[in-house]
């Protein structure tokens, strides 16, 4: 992943490591002199990779002196990944910046300061650091209303991303546009980098029946946007019924090759079970199986969304079958764990931790579905859609967007039976896409 010589975050291995003692006895002197000068100048280049310092919207408006925002009263969607390269809030940037007036706060799923558990609804209240209202978007309203945006000229949208269809900051952002169209609010987005890059599209579009909070829009699972690109989208694409007047205040140094480690920006937790990085590149390959409740997939561990386990799996098996299938960028490892919370709370749980060899060859969000394959053949009087809640099933339809995979994948336990379908419209989306990029 990334530049030569550089080492994946994910296994800790360096191609190029000096650390090889046994190559450097069978050197000579000069050529050890000059290997420890190749050495270096690799080193220097790894040294100068790490310092690429992303400018994000943030940090571009500050350049600017908030010129879109001057003299207008500015609403604020955010939570505690709306800061700049040093880490300072989004909010206290806007409520100390001259001739920017901060009115009012906007919270999506998990809050404004970021303290509210998935799922859990947020009631209205005052940001104590700054005395500004606070008005949720993730309660009994989802999309603000005309009394919340009473006094608005403006509302900013600053949340950084993890680029999977069915977090729910995108949805917020979508709404929110709706709404500042309805009430002829201008729209600013300060985008952030998308962690999984701007390359990476996976699995279909949402079919009409489907629409959530957490498949909002008709895009693919994993998108390959950034918030700014899908703005720019959800307008041109027609996608609200009236376009707002919209701003993308664009980062610099950002290009569609990296990940989110290329940046060199500092990662702040998007919600509690996405606590670094390279959480959110796991996110997409087993979120869809998570919905169900039956096997955990490291949510109530150290792990999560890295792995998966069940009381009834045999950790040495189960990795050895689905090693065996020779899935590209993957490989698998036994593991066996008693989780703090959640699914298997308290119990002994084997099964597979997942770690991202090649980050660029790995299809992410078709991991989970092997899994269910491979646990079906080995376990089949435990197969998961004959023994998960079926309070869970509707869920999983919509997080995947279709019924489809559900009511096909069901009948034989095969990717096979649903793979044309998931791929079927990436390539369309890549195409169209295109033309909203902001970025190289």
């Known amino acids: 992943m990334g530049k030569m010589n550089k080492p994946d975050i994910l296994t800790g291995k360096n191609k190029y490591s000096t650390t090889d003692k046994p190559v450097f006895r069978k050197l000579g002197k000069l050529q050890l002199v000059s290997a420890f000068i190749i050495c270096g100048l690799i080193i220097s280049l790894h040294s100068s990779a790490q310092t690429i310092r992303v400018k994000t919207g943030i940090e571009v408006l500050k350049e600017s002196n908030f010129k879109i925002l001057q003299g207008k009263r500015v609403g604020l969607i955010t939570n505690p990944t709306g800061v700049d390269n040093n880490l300072k809030s989004t909010i206290d940037i806007l409520h100390e910046a001259s001739g920017v007036q901060l009115v009012a706060l906007y919270g999506p799923e998990h809050g404004v300061r970021g303290d509210v558990y998935a799922g859990d609804k947020i009631s209205d209240f005052r ?21 919340m945006l009473q006094g608005v000229d403006v ?45 990476k599209v996976e699995g279909n579009l949402v079919e009409e029946g489907f629409f959530s909070f957490v498949s909002q829009l008709k895009i693919p699972y994993v998108y390959g946007l950034t918030c700014g690109e899908l703005a720019d989208m959800i307008i041109g694409e027609r996608m609200i019924p009236k376009p707002c007047k919209l701003t993308v205040v664009k980062m610099k140094k950002w290009r569609r090759k990296m990940n989110f480690e290329d940046t060199a920006l500092p990662w702040v937790p998007t919600s509690p079970h996405i606590p670094f990085a390279h959480s959110a590149y796991f996110y997409p390959v087993s979120g869809i199986l998570g ?135 990436v390539e369309s989306f890549r195409k169209l896409s295109k033309k909203y990029y902001l970025y190289k």
């Open 127 to 147: 940001d104590t650091n700054t005395g500004v209202p606070v008005f949720s978007l993730y309660g009994a309203t989802r999309k603000p209303t005309t009394e």
């Open 155 to 199: 509302l900013v949208y600053d949340i950084q991303d993890i680029g999977c269809r069915s977090y729910t900051y995108i949805s917020t952002m979508y709404l929110a546009m709706q709404a500042a169209a309805e009430n002829d609010i201008e729209f600013v987005v300060l985008d952030r980098p998308n962690p999984l890059g701007g390359l």
């Open 291 to 425: 919905e169900l409740g039956y096997m955990s997939i490291g949510v109530g561990y150290t792990l999560p969304f890295e792995m998966i386990a069940a009381e009834w799996i045999m950790a040495e098996d189960f990795s050895a079958a689905l090693n065996a299938k020779q899935l590209p960028g993957i490989t698998f490892r036994p593991i066996h764990l008693k989780p703090y919370y959640s699914v298997g709370q308290g119990k002994n749980l084997q099964g597979v931790q997942i770690y991202l060899t090649d980050f660029q060859k790995a299809q992410l969000s078709e991991i989970q579905f092997h899994v269910m394959e491979v646990a079906a053949q080995l376990y089949p009087d435990k197969k998961v859609f004959d023994h998960a809640p079926e309070d869970r099933f509707d869920m999983f339809n919509k997080v995947s967007g279709s019924d489809f995979i559900k009511r096909e994948f069901s009948k034989n336990y095969s990717f096979a039976d649903i793979q044309n379908y998931w791929r079927k419209d």
